[in-house]
Structures are given as structure tokens and as C-alpha cells.
């Protein structure tokens, strides 16, 4: 895989600024959440079968069957983070839930702790009032002096973007016991073709139960999802699961707020959308929290790689990082 040769910082900063346009191009596409999460997927399925077929003609192991159905349940919860997420754009805004998503960190580790019985790290704890303050004021639950939070509905899209950060979480995790598997390390690509392939499936299925099929101008929207598909579901992760491992703990701090910083940018320019000052307040206060969260040099930091490799596209995402 020619990205394994990149340089880590270069390919988790490219990874990075190709999934902080995940939000902007769903808002682009004009679709119903469904329509955004399946197209996303389903047109990302064959890039990342090719990819996967490759991988193992270069000698990589078959994907042990617990890692398969391991990555296609945590599809199903990528299919539901990616169709509230946009719930989560329509009530405010593409940037501002871009970094809600990044509450992700907090809850990654509040679950880790809960289920798999690692405790968190006393950062995590220092950072957690925080990114919950930061919160507040991107829901524009603090807004005084007649000033007026960005979206439609700023309170219920800190809901949603809440909601995306734990389904998002639940679908890193479940990811991250995919790859723990003996065997599945090595296999990148295929480990993200059975999640997708999951994904598809789920995205498929829930826009029948919530008769939420619904297109806008059809070439358009699909030109839009394709694009998304490319840069956020193929490229995006690839380039940052590849260089997650290779990279110190900090570093990883740093370079995840590249996608919230990006998606706002992004979302300024080519959506005309312009959050309150409040609300940009609460917006370096979750990434500040991220960094602390994330940034800080410990004993613990190669866990700490393990966790947040999968962690970074939205995405929370992938993710997404993409979920998310």
C-alpha cells in the first residue's frame, strides 16, 4: 500500500483534512440521512474490497471470522452515528457537529472504563468539566445579552451531536476488539471492508424501517456522495489507521483537532456558516479538552495509541473521524 510509505505526520495531517470535509459534503449532497449514510458506504465498498484483495496478495492472514462479524456489528452502530450526524448538521450546523463528535474522547474512555475495566487517566478527568462546559456553549444554553446561537434548533443538535459521539464511541470499540484479534492487525483494509460492508447493510435497512429514502437532484447528490465516500470513508481513514502506530501520543492530540478546526473552516466558506461568539468559546473549549484529554505523556501512552488510531476520523468519525 503506497501510503505506507508517507511519512506518519504527513499522512495522519492528509488523513485528517480529508475527513474534516465529511460534514460539509453530506450537507452538499441534499440527501435524507439514509440516503447520506448508505451512499457514503455502499460506494466506498468496492474501493475498500480492492484495497482489502491487495492486502492479502501481499501476504496478509484471512480475516479470522470473529474479526469479521466483529467489524460488521460495528458497522451497524457506524449506519446509526452516520444518520444522526446529519440530524446533528441540519439542527447546527456542519462545523459545530464536527466537534461535537470529538465528545467521543470522553466517552471512549468513560466505556473503556466501564466495560473493559481500564481506568481513566487522570488528564481525562481534569479535561472532562471542561470539553461539558464547552458543551453548554455550543448548544447556545448559555447565551445572554440577546446574542443568538447558530442553527435551527442549537439545543437539539448538542443532543444529536451528543448522541453521535456515544453511538460513535460504542462503534470505535467494537472496532477495536475487530482488530485485537490475533490475526487481524495486520489486515487494514479488510478489517474496514467487513465495518463498511456492516454499514451498508444496517444504512439500507434502517431507511426502510424510517421510510427515509429520499434524494434531491439526483446527479448532484450523487457526485457529492462519492466525493464523500473517496476522501472520508476510503482515503481518509486509510492514510490515519496506517499512521496512528507510528506516531507519540501528543502528536495524536494535536493533529485530531485538525478535523474539527478544518470542518469549521470548511463549513464558514462554503456553507456561510457563522457561529456565535459563544459558541466559537465552547468550541476551543472541547478541543482544549481533547488535547489535555489525549496530549499529555504518560506510562500509559502506547494504550493510549491503540485506542485513539481508530479514534481520529470523527471519526469519530469513519469513521466518520465519522462517523464521525
Given amino acids: 500500500m503506497p501510503i505506507r510509505t508517507m511519512p506518519p505526520t504527513a499522512a495522519a495531517t492528509a488523513g485528517a483534512v480529508c475527513i474534516s470535509s465529511s460534514a460539509v459534503l453530506m450537507k452538499l449532497a441534499h440527501a435524507s440521512p439514509s440516503i447520506t449514510a448508505l451512499g457514503r458506504c455502499a460506494i466506498a465498498l468496492p474501493l475498500l474490497g480492492a484495497l482489502a484483495w491487495a492486502e492479502r496478495r501481499r501476504g496478509a492472514p484471512p480475516l479470522p471470522a470473529r474479526s469479521r462479524w466483529l467489524a460488521r456489528l460495528a458497522g451497524l452502530f ?17 462545523g459545530l457537529s464536527t466537534v461535537l463528535g470529538n465528545l467521543q474522547v470522553l466517552i471512549i474512555a468513560v466505556l473503556a472504563w466501564i466495560f473493559l475495566g481500564e481506568r481513566p487517566r487522570r488528564s481525562l478527568v481534569l479535561a472532562s468539566p471542561v470539553m461539558l462546559a ?3 456553549l455550543v448548544g447556545g444554553l448559555a447565551d445572554v445579552g440577546g446574542s443568538r446561537a447558530y442553527g435551527t434548533d442549537p439545543a437539539l443538535g448538542a443532543v444529536f451531536g451528543v448522541a453521535v459521539a456515544v453511538i460513535y464511541a460504542v462503534y470505535i470499540l467494537t472496532l477495536r476488539q475487530a482488530t485485537s484479534v490475533p490475526g487481524a492487525r495486520s489486515a487494514v483494509a479488510a478489517v474496514l471492508f467487513e465495518a463498511t ?42 492514510l490515519i489507521t ?23 473552516a470548511l463549513s464558514y466558506v462554503f456553507l456561510g456558516e457563522r457561529p456565535s461568539a459563544l459558541q466559537l468559546v465552547g468550541v476551543v473549549l472541547i478541543l482544549a479538552g481533547v488535547v489535555v484529554a489525549v496530549g499529555s505523556s504518560s506510562g500509559s501512552s502506547r494504550r493510549r495509541t491503540r485506542i485513539i488510531r481508530q479514534a481520529s476520523g470523527a471519526s469519530t468519525a469513519v469513521s466518520a473521524s465519522k462517523s464521525p
Wanted: glycine share 12%; proline share 5%.
Fill in 78 to 94: 457506524l449506519a446509526g452515528d452516520l444518520i444522526v450526524w446529519s440530524h446533528a448538521i441540519d439542527a447546527i450546523g456542519a
Fill in 242 to 264: 496506517v499512521s496512528m502506530p507510528r506516531l507519540p501520543a501528543g502528536m495524536i492530540g494535536t493533529l485530531l483537532l485538525i478535523q474539527p478546526a478544518g470542518s469549521i
Fill in 197 to 238: 460492508a456492516g454499514a451498508t447493510v444496517a444504512s439500507a435497512l434502517l431507511g426502510l424501517a424510517l421510510n427515509d429514502y429520499r434524494v434531491g437532484p439526483t446527479w448532484a447528490a450523487l457526485g457529492w456522495l462519492a466525493l464523500l465516500a473517496l476522501t472520508s470513508q476510503v482515503i481518509g481513514w486509510l
Fill in 134 to 136: 464547552g458543551l453548554v
